[in-house]
């Protein structure tokens, strides 16, 4: 059975920092694109930060440039999303998803990912 789990969200005051992870199981981050998404209340899905399969760059959304960090553990078959500097406007529940292996797809376009974990949530007060 393929499944994604997030973890790390949690409450933190606006300037603080969080780590979230996610977790594979049934399939390897390994030929993959992976992503971390967001939602908050109200709001449409919106692209955080990712990777592509054979690419060294990683990509963000303007929003969390210099703030977040996307990273892949190989031999753990994790990846994480490092959040820094967090604002109430970061408040969301946060997914992780991959796309199918070797297949090019629009990072930025969350229909484009073919698995996805259950979400996590980050709180954020001012």
């Known amino acids: 059975q393929i499944q994604l789990v997030e973890s790390g969200g949690g409450l933190v005051q606006a300037g603080g920092s969080l780590r979230l992870s996610c977790s594979a199981s049934g399939i390897s981050f390994n030929r993959r694109n992976t992503a971390w998404f967001r939602q908050a209340p109200g709001k449409e899905r919106e692209f955080v930060g990712g990777?592509?399969?054979?690419?060294?760059?990683?990509y963000y959304a303007d929003s969390v440039k210099g703030r977040f960090t996307v990273s892949w553990d190989n031999a753990k078959n994790m990846v994480f999303l490092q959040m820094n500097s967090l604002q109430p406007e970061d408040t969301a529940v946060f997914y992780c998803?991959?796309?199918?292996?070797?297949?090019?797809?629009?990072?930025?376009?969350?229909?484009?990912?073919?698995?996805w974990g259950q979400g996590t949530q980050v709180s954020v007060s001012s």
């Open positions: 990777f592509s399969w054979g690419s060294d760059d990683n």
């Open positions: 998803a991959t796309s199918l292996p070797g297949v090019p797809i629009d990072n930025y376009n969350a229909a484009a990912y073919q698995y």
